[in-house]
């Protein structure tokens, strides 16, 4: 059991975290066992982020103005906390749900926004910057085809008219 000085060093570094933060996500820690948390801070903190579990009591009393209420908060958590401006976690939570890691986030804040789980679901579901880059080479060539096509079709159409002359002759 913690001690009321060991406490107030938590609510302080919480208080840190929450200034220093570029985002947090709130995750429910009854659907992950020991080896996925593990696999999880691992993966997290190569890319400048931090999982931390922590009670709900010291969150609200380091952070007053935590927007989500003890309502909203029934399950266990653990606050996934952003410190990169590119916000690079959400790659990383990204690639660990394509590997089987099943990760159910509650609520998160990123953006100075309040997202819900269907929000940051659609995030998570949209397509990397490679299978962007991908998506517009694609659209690229198909429209240049088209454009080739197009530019090239009258010249055809007369070598086909005068072959069909020179066949009539």
């Known amino acids: 059991m913690k001690t009321k000085k060991d406490k107030q060093k938590t609510i302080q570094d919480l208080v840190d975290r929450f200034n220093q933060a570029k985002g947090y996500l709130i995750i429910n820690l009854l659907n992950l066992n020991s080896q996925s948390q593990v696999r999880l801070r691992e993966a997290l903190k190569a890319n400048n982020s931090l999982f931390q579990v922590v009670k709900k009591t010291l969150v609200y009393k380091a952070n007053p103005n935590f927007p989500f209420k003890d309502e909203e908060l029934k399950t266990p958590f653990a606050l996934v906390w952003n410190f990169d401006p590119n916000f690079q976690f959400i790659a990383t939570l990204k690639k660990l749900k394509e590997e089987g890691l099943q990760v159910e986030i509650l609520k998160g804040y990123l ?38 096509f197009v530019l090239s079709y009258p010249l055809r159409k007369l070598i086909f008219i005068l072959s069909e002359i020179k066949n009539k002759n």
Do not use: A, T, V, Y
């Not at 100075?112 to 490679?130: A, C, F, G, R, V």
């Not at 962007?132 to 080739?148: P, Q, T």
């Open 111 to 148: 953006w100075n926004k309040i997202l819900s789980q269907k929000e940051i679901e659609e995030i998570l579901n949209l397509p990397s910057k490679d299978e962007l880059i991908s998506m517009l080479i694609s659209h690229f060539k198909r429209e240049l085809f088209h454009f080739n």
